[in-house]
């Protein structure tokens, strides 16, 4: 569990971090997204116990981050952008070193190395320096350094970037099986089909603050402002497809129904809530005589939801923020 009220870092006269408010429970992954120097990172050091907050507060796995900040960081795995390894030494022998510190038995810590390293293509690998390796290569020595003691908590900051496509999927596979075991997961990331993908809540980062935050299907739906549906109709049409139109007209919650392509009979029309609009529509279209091909809902893409956002052209503000524009605390089990 990670939970933070009022989170605030400053550097002398600049705030970091705003007030930033989160919650994320056992078993549930928040992606956080932003700009370089959003606060992601500062964010992430001041919840992994590395840095104090000049403001609030906040408790990661049981562990107070200012009283417990030890405790905090033995209970967590973290994985930054930059790796630091210790590249003069061997891959086994780096993640051995590790292992004593996190107090492993010696057995335990040799078998889950030998996990890693199969999980991650480095077997071949295990006896050879660091310093040759590609960003690909040491990126998965971090990974493994963050997972060898099976924290509670993990902050992933791009933890695929670098990767080959083959490794970045199992990179992905792991960290979803890692919220089956119930991990509470931080992953920060300016990939947001990985986001998209992976997330149970998308919190947005401007200037320091969370802006915005929720699910990220209810993220895309209030930036779009529902969705665009279009309807394919098969041959032959009974009537004309300007009847059909005038059908959907009397359809509560459609806006706008038009014909999208004539050529391939498909009609368009938008709707603030698809789910309850949808049937309703189908309904009336079969009744008067149209035999439906397929039915699809678009809303925005979660990158039209980050660029609205960043430039401030559209209202996306979910209901897990709060007016000021500070994440309220919203377990994110509840999207």
Do not use: W
Not at 26 to 50: C, F, H, Q, S, W
Not at 75 to 99: C, I, K, S, W
Request: net charge negative; with cysteine.
């Amino acid at each position: 569990m990670i939970e933070s009220h009022n989170l605030t870092r400053r550097f002398g006269d600049f705030t970091a971090v705003d007030r930033v408010s989160l919650r994320v429970p056992d078993g549930a992954i928040l992606a956080l997204l932003g700009p370089n120097g959003a606060g992601k990172t500062t964010t992430v050091r001041m919840l992994a116990g590395l840095i104090a907050p000049s403001e609030g507060e906040a408790t990661v796995a049981g562990f107070d981050i200012r009283r417990s900040a030890s405790a905090v960081r033995a209970h967590v795995g973290l994985v930054t952008d930059a790796p630091g390894l210790y590249e003069q030494m061997n891959v086994r022998a780096y993640l051995t070193f590790f292992g004593q510190i996190y107090g492993l038995d010696p057995a335990e810590c040799a078998r889950r190395i030998g996990e890693f390293l199969k999980l991650f293509d480095l077997d071949t690998h295990a006896n050879e320096r660091m310093t040759g390796f590609s960003k690909g290569m040491k990126q998965k020595v971090a990974l493994a350094r963050a997972l060898l003691h099976e924290p509670a908590v993990l902050f992933l900051d791009e933890p695929t970037a670098g990767l080959d496509p083959l490794a970045a999927r199992a990179v992905r596979d792991l960290i979803l099986t890692l919220k089956r075991a119930s991990r509470a997961i931080v992953l920060c990331t300016h990939d947001l089909d990985e986001a998209e993908r992976l997330a149970d809540e998308v919190a947005i980062m401007r200037q320091g603050r969370i802006v915005v935050s929720d699910a990220p299907e209810v993220l895309r739906a209030r930036a779009a402002g529902g969705a665009t549906v279009h309807i394919e109709l098969a041959e032959p049409l009974e009537g004309s497809l300007d009847a059909l139109i005038a059908v959907l007209r009397d359809v509560p919650g459609i806006i706008m129904p038009s014909v999208a392509d004539l050529a391939a009979r498909t009609i368009e029309y938008r709707a603030a809530d698809p789910h309850r609009t949808n049937p309703d529509a189908v309904a009336r279209l079969v009744a008067a005589g149209a035999r439906i091909v397929s039915v699809v809902s678009a809303t925005s893409s979660l990158e039209d939801v980050y660029a609205s956002v960043q430039t401030g052209t559209a209202d996306v503000s979910a209901h897990g923020v709060a007016a000021d524009g500070v994440a309220a605390d919203r377990p994110t089990s509840e999207t």
